[in-house]
């Protein structure tokens, strides 16, 4: 099937929020690198590879874009492919509706882990026959038995997400979780990897395949320098400048942030300019989009709210509203990701669209007390 032309724009995703103005809240889309985004966006990590599961996330994805979310977030290797597969599927049926344009969605997905096929369970004897003896790695580039960020590997892997989605370009393609890689090897390998995966990334933005490339990480962010999975954020840019020149097209970012997971916002672990620094304060230096995962972590944060926090949302019903709110109310955020596959989650959810979030100040007073 020939692959949808097109990516989001800056006059598409205005016209998205304008239409949907009427259903949400003016603040409820935030600005980004010319694009606007809603501040809720459409997660596919949570789920089992299957079909039922499929047609709950079509049915979820179908109705978030028609009801105010224009980011949808996927990966690879997201229960088996299944996740790309079925947002390429039900971005096709949007489109072909009339529903929205390419042009009004940011679509952003991932690749650094093997993503065997469904049922494969020797990861080496895959990564051999289908990476090492086609020439795209070598068994030494894959690190913890599942990660690989060898320039060629990469580029397979997005050329099979650009298949499964059905696009012919990437809003923001994300490399996962590079700090699995020191797990195995030490920070200088880790940096000169990226450096070489950068440069090819350069060349893929130029060639149409994805218009910004980023990082999506779980701990490497958050945690302190002395830290083996630490990941040194201002390094990283300085890669970028290397690899595209002041234009690079490294900005983005992904991160966990929640009611447990403030690190991002409070913890000055990064150093920029010569400053300790914040990964938000350099996001925002930087101009780079920058999306919350893990939101109610997992369920985890889905229950009793101590009174005092739960005060700051008197007009929210729900925990899970609460946490949301919560998250997209950071200053600087771009989107806040929140994997929904049950249209009951969905509508609760987006109750918060017709809500203002919390003010700089008013959030800033709840960090206080958290």
């Known amino acids: 099937m020939e692959r949808i032309i097109g990516y989001a724009t800056k006059v598409g995703t205005d016209r998205y929020r304008n239409r949907m103005l009427p259903l949400t809240h003016s603040l409820f889309y935030r600005e980004a690198r010319d694009l606007w985004f809603s501040s809720l966006g459409m997660g596919t990590y949570l789920g089992t590879p299957d079909v039922s599961t ?8 179908l109705q978030g874009v028609r009801m105010g979310c224009n980011v949808l977030d996927t990966a690879l290797n ?34 650094g882990f093997l993503s065997v096929q469904q049922g494969q369970e020797d990861y080496l004897d895959y990564f051999r026959k289908y990476y090492v003896d086609r020439g795209l790695a070598s068994m030494d580039d ?40 020191l797990e195995s090897v030490e920070p200088e390998l880790l940096y000169e990897r990226l450096s070489r995966l950068f440069t090819c990334m350069e060349d893929w933005v130029r060639a149409g395949k994805l218009r910004y490339y980023g990082i999506s990480t779980w701990k490497g962010l958050r945690v302190e320098p002395e830290e083996t999975e630490f990941l040194d954020l201002s390094r990283i840019l300085n890669i970028a400048r290397e690899a595209g020149g002041e234009a690079h097209h490294f900005r983005a970012l992904q991160f966990p942030y929640n009611m447990a997971m403030t690190e991002s916002w409070l913890e000055l672990n990064q150093q920029y300019q010569g400053e300790p620094a914040t990964v938000f304060s350099i996001a925002a230096s930087e101009e780079m989009i920058t999306y919350a995962s893990a939101p109610l972590l997992q369920g985890d944060l889905i229950g009793d709210m101590p009174d005092h926090l739960a005060s700051a949302f008197e007009s929210l019903e729900r925990p899970a509203q609460k946490a949301l709110q919560f998250t997209r ?10 994997g929904m596959s049950h249209l009951s989650h969905l509508n609760e959810n987006l109750a918060i669209s017709k809500l203002p979030p919390l003010s700089p100040d008013e959030y800033q007073g709840l960090l206080g007390i958290l």
């Open 54 to 61: 499929d047609v709950r996330y079509a049915e979820t994805l």
């Open 78 to 111: 997201y229960r088996f492919q299944h996740s790309e597969k079925t947002v390429g599927k039900t971005l096709r049926l949007l489109l072909e509706k009339g529903f929205c344009q390419r042009d009004e969605l940011v679509i952003s997905t991932k690749g």
């Open 142 to 181: 894959l690190v913890m038995g599942c990660h690989c960020l060898s320039p060629d590997f990469i580029f397979s892997e997005l050329e099979q997400s650009l298949n499964n989605l059905g696009l012919k370009t990437i809003d923001v393609y994300f490399i996962h979780n590079p700090e699995t890689q």
């Open 329 to 338: 109310s950071v200053p600087g955020l771009s989107s806040c990701l929140v």
